[in-house]
């Protein structure tokens, strides 16, 4: 189960931390697991925004980059999507996600971020 924290208001240029912590998994199961931070704007599809590996690569989009920054941490068996310099467009319900070849994916229940003044 994932479990996201963290969303709110927020003025433009703001930042925001997000957070999804990995429960009732064993930390041997969760380091093998692909972690992602997803999002969806209303009336827009769900977009993967980051995405990091079990040996520590990073994928982020086009349009976060140089702005968002995701980690992870072992024992907590947390994953992390720091936010800075947010904008309008930026508004959405994020979503944590965990994938693994040959195991179960995982999604959390959302947290919503709305950037505005």
């Known amino acids: 189960q994932l479990v996201e924290s963290g969303g709110g208001l927020v003025q433009p240029g703001g930042s925001l931390r997000l957070s999804c912590k990995a429960s009732?998994?064993?930390?041997?199961?969760?380091?093998?697991?692909?972690m992602e931070w997803h999002r969806q704007a209303p009336g827009k599809q769900r977009e993967l925004v980051a995405a990091v590996s079990r040996d520590g690569n990073i994928y982020y989009a086009d349009s976060v980059k140089g702005r968002f920054a995701i980690s992870r941490t072992g024992a907590g068996k947390m994953t992390y999507l720091q936010m800075s310099s947010l904008k309008p467009e930026d508004t959405a319900v994020y979503y944590c996600?965990?994938?693994?070849?040959?195991?179960?994916?995982?999604w959390g229940q959302g947290t919503q971020v709305t950037v505005s003044s």
């Open positions: 996600h965990g994938q693994a070849p040959n195991s179960p994916e995982y």
């Open positions: 009732g998994m064993i930390l041997s199961v969760f380091s093998t697991y692909v």
